[in-house]
């Protein structure tokens, strides 16, 4: 687009202003490529995290790169057992790129959902579940410190500010109209 726009503007001696409705900007601007997405996660009774595996697929241009969906399942929850992919479909679209927040966005969703449910089947509280499974270390490095990491401080300072021991914890118990809500809780690092 951006190569014939000023074309455009010389032919017919005026400036000219390119628009899309909403549905064709992925095809013909950078956007967020989809993603699928493959998590399992494991605990031991006790609620450890003990595996995860994140693997996501996307799609770019030749020579581009993966959405890196899997990068806060690398650094965000201990578990000694990890295995993370990205696959890379190339596709004929403009290039893949982050949009509106970092790539890994798409997959700190999925992990964050993931743990929700794992919380719930482990019948633990999800702040808790978080603050169990916390790491003062790299847990793909575990020899790397941490210099600065306050994932607990800020678990239980939104708790409280939030009134998350006053929730129904029961899903679909919440109502807004017509629609059921969650509370969810999420965590989340930046590097």
Known sequence: MRCWRPSAARAVKRPVKVMLP???IPNNTTHRPAT?????IGADQ???ITAISHESWSGNLP???PETAVQQSEL???GANRHTGLR???LDLPEGNAMRAPGEAPGLMALEIAIDELAEKAGIDPVEFRILNDTQVDPADPTRCFSRRQLIECLRTGADKFGWKQRNATPGQVRDGEVASRPRCCGGLSQ
Do not use: E, F
Request: charged residues 15%; hydrophobic residues 30%; proline residues 5%.
């Open 22 to 24: 909403r549905p064709s």
């Open 88 to 90: 890379l479909a190339t």
């Open 63 to 65: 020579g581009g790169t």
């Open 46 to 48: 006790s609620g450890k």
């Open 36 to 40: 699928l997405q493959h998590l399992r």
């Open 76 to 78: 965000l929850y201990a």
